[in-house]
Every structure is written in C-alpha cells, then in structure tokens.
C-alpha cells in the first residue's frame, strides 16, 4: 500500500475545490444527506454515513466500528502507540487508560481551575483594550486555549508560542502532494515536543506540584506507574487536543455572532444565561468535525454490506444538520431545544475528555467580553476567503478582525 494511503483524505471524497466551499461544506451534506447517506468512496475504499443515528452509531458501537485502526483522518505517529495513549484502544483497556486522564478534568477540578482560567482571560481581555479593531483569533481564540492548557499542566507559560507551534504542526492537514514533507515536519515536531517535555516530567517526579503532569506521575494503570516516556506522550496528547478544538470554537463564536445571527451581541448582552447556548448552537451549527473507525466485522447495519477492516467516516458536522434530529437545523437559533444533542465532541467511550475544559473556556470567556465591550461589529469589506487556513476540518480561519465597542 502506498504510504499517503493510509492517511483518509476528506478533500478526496468532498471534492470540494475552494476555501469557501470547504468553509461551507453544509449544501454539501445535505445533498449526501439526502440522496447518499451511506456513500462508499472507491477511491479511498472508505464508507462515509452522514446522518445522525448513523454517526452515532459509528461514534458508539465499538464492536462494529473499532477505534484499533492503521488509517485515520488524523495520524497518529507511532510513538503515541504506548499504554497511556486512550486513542487507538477499544474498551475494557481504553476505560483503564481513559481513567488515568479523566481525573484531570472532574467537575472538582475544573472548579479548583476557575480562577485561573478567568485571570488569564482577563489579561488577554485588557490586551485589547482602547484598540477599536482586533484580530480576535489571534488575541483570545489562539492565546487563550494553549495558555490555560499549558498552565494546567504546568508547563512554563513563557513557552507556550513554541507548545502552538508543535500542536500546529502535529494537527497540519495531510494532501496527497505534499505527504512526505509534512510526514517529515510532524516526525520533527514529534520529537522537539517530546524532548522539551521529558526533563520537565523528570522535574515533577522530584519535586510535585499541583498540575496535571505531576498527577500523571502519580498515576498507576495496571498496577503499574506510567514510565516518563509515558507521561511524556500523554502530556503531548493533551496539550494538542487542549488547543485546537477550543481555537476553533472561539473564532466560530465570533464569526456567528457577526456572520450568521447578527444582533446576537445584545441579545447575551440583555441576558448572560444565554451564553453557554450560543456556545452549544455553534458547535451543533458551524463545527464541521468527522471522525473515523475501523469496520470491525462484516455488516450491513447500514444497508450495503461492509467488509471488515474498511474504514468508515463519521460526518459529524453533516449529523448535526440532519432535520430528523434538529428541526430547522440550517438555522442558527440559540434558543433551539436540545441543541447540545450535537456530536461535535463525539459520543459514546471516546467522547472527547476535554469537552469541559472547552465549554467552561468559551463560557467564561463570551462572558466576560460581553461584560467588558458594549458591542462588537462586522469591519468594512471583510472577505472570509482572505482569513482562512487548511485544517483538519477543511479550513478555519486563521484571523477574524472585529471591532469592539467602547470599555465597560
């Protein structure tokens, strides 16, 4: 098999050829909605289910669909495959690895962690002060996910430009065209993380502090403590997927409350409780994830026969259109019912650990900008296609200037 095969190519299958349509891929979904919800992509020898109670099916039963998998939408370099690594395991062993790191993120201590969320936000929040236009991605939505993450970890704030730049690299989009370079940078990225880390798990083993790396040095799985490399890896894990999806769904904030619900501001303004409902209507409305598995057994649990050891692909972000389960879904309503019935951080044993962090950042953080700034508006002439960049999802906007009312 050629290498660039084992990775899922999600523009392949789209065929979606510009930044905006990628941006928008949602009349997309609803046509493979509507006249293939069980697509079989020959090219890549993928299914792909678009539906809700498809998507969840896929996302929940790990006896059919397998997280065990040599091909993924995101690669997993080889080193990540150690016990601590919760991604390419199945239940039972993935609820003794998950276990480990689940501690890290109870309701206790995302409590215990509240002040120091808000205290950053705060400075980032006084930053942008007496300044009538930001780049709001690049002075809360980027800052803010890795700064958080990488204080709870406890790694030194004063690195966090390096932590992006890694987490960025190891989260870059793969295309047929450029495969072996961007192998060859993750492969870098990979081992710079890695290095960076391992004196400072050495650090935390001799001299505790209260964050999350100290408490993987404690843990035990199986009866055993995790080895530095161990930590080292699961650290990595953490630190990537603590920043990226909260990035993401801070800029899509802003962009809906300028973009896709304008007046929304005064709205939240008037009534603060509305804010994690705003927060849960964009990611069910402008969050265009996926994820994949591995057919684990022959079946037609869709329709047409799967063979086993195909891939499989998720359309999240199409699911969380699919009017059986939302209606009205291509409108953006924060007072829809049950609109955090989305799958945006999946479903079932692998839904994404990280999910309260994400919620209670973006909570806080809507919160105290509209608490702060009187308004915020659309700036002149702004072109979406000009602020984007390649990601995972297709693309995500890299910057968002926006113009902020006057100082509470």
């Known amino acids: 098999?050629?290498?660039?095969?084992?990775?899922?190519?999600?523009?392949?299958?789209?065929?979606?050829?510009?930044?905006?349509?990628?941006?928008?891929?949602?009349?997309?979904?609803?046509?493979?909605?509507?006249?293939?919800?069980?697509?079989?992509?020959?090219?890549?020898?993928?299914?792909?289910?678009?539906?809700?109670?498809?998507?969840?099916?896929?996302?929940?039963?790990?006896?059919?669909?397998?997280?065990?998998?040599?091909?993924?939408?995101?690669?997993?370099?080889?080193?990540?495959?150690?016990?601590?690594?919760?991604?390419?395991?199945?239940?039972?062993?993935?609820?003794?690895?998950?276990?480990?790191?689940?501690?890290?993120?109870?309701?206790?201590?995302?409590?215990?962690?509240?002040?120091?969320?808000?205290?950053?936000?705060?400075?980032?929040?006084?930053?942008?002060?007496?300044?009538?236009?930001?780049?709001i991605v690049q002075k809360l939505a980027i800052p803010l996910p890795i700064t958080v993450i990488a204080d709870l970890l406890g790694v030194p704030s004063r690195d966090r430009h390096l932590i992006k730049e890694w987490s960025d690299i190891?989260?870059?989009?793969?295309?047929?065209?450029?495969?072996?370079?961007?192998?060859?940078?993750?492969?870098?990225?990979?081992?710079?993380?890695?290095?960076?880390?391992?004196?400072?798990?050495?650090?935390?083993?001799?001299?505790?502090?209260?964050?999350?790396?100290?408490?993987?040095?404690?843990?035990?799985?199986?009866?055993?403590?995790?080895?530095?490399?161990?930590?080292?890896?699961?650290?990595?894990?953490?630190?990537g997927a603590g920043n990226e999806t909260t990035t993401t769904l801070l800029s899509n904030i802003f962009y809906a409350m300028l973009y896709d619900q304008p007046g929304i501001y005064q709205e939240l303004r008037a009534d603060l409780s509305l804010v994690p409902k705003l927060v849960e209507e964009v990611l069910r409305f402008r969050f265009p994830a996926s994820m994949d598995r591995r057919i684990a057994q022959d079946t037609n649990v869709f329709g047409p026969e799967m063979k086993a050891g195909q891939a499989i692909v998720a359309w999240i972000g199409a699911a969380n259109r699919d009017e059986s389960q939302f209606a009205s879904a291509d409108v953006f309503d924060i007072h829809r019912p049950g609109n955090q019935y989305h799958l945006s951080f999946g479903s079932g044993p692998h839904f994404c650990l990280g999910a309260p962090l994400a919620r209670m950042e973006a909570n806080m953080a809507i919160a105290s900008v509209v608490k702060r700034f009187d308004d915020i508006r659309q700036v002149n002439g702004f072109d979406v296609g000009e602020h984007l960049t390649e990601s995972i999802t297709g693309q995500s906007l890299k910057s968002l200037p926006i113009v902020l009312g006057s100082n509470l």
């Open 170 to 239: 190891l989260f870059l989009p793969y295309n047929t065209e450029a495969y072996a370079d961007i192998e060859l940078q993750k492969g870098r990225a990979m081992k710079e993380f890695a290095e960076y880390l391992y004196p400072i798990v050495l650090a935390k083993r001799q001299h505790p502090e209260d964050d999350i790396i100290t408490d993987l040095t404690k843990a035990e799985l199986e009866g055993e403590q995790l080895t530095n490399e161990e930590v080292v890896m699961s650290a990595i894990g953490l630190l």
């Open 1 to 135: 098999m050629n290498a660039n095969r084992q990775m899922i190519m999600l523009h392949e299958i789209t065929k979606l050829a510009t930044k905006q349509a990628q941006w928008e891929p949602y009349a997309w979904y609803k046509e493979m909605r509507d006249n293939n919800p069980v697509y079989y992509d020959a090219q890549q020898d993928v299914w792909n289910v678009f539906l809700y109670d498809h998507v969840k099916r896929v996302l929940f039963d790990h006896e059919l669909f397998s997280n065990k998998k040599q091909r993924s939408l995101i690669p997993i370099p080889d080193r990540l495959e150690s016990r601590s690594n919760v991604n390419l395991v199945d239940p039972p062993d993935h609820r003794k690895r998950r276990a480990l790191l689940s501690q890290a993120f109870t309701p206790r201590s995302l409590k215990e962690w509240e002040p120091r969320i808000q205290n950053i936000i705060d400075e980032l929040i006084a930053e942008m002060e007496g300044t009538p236009t930001v780049d």
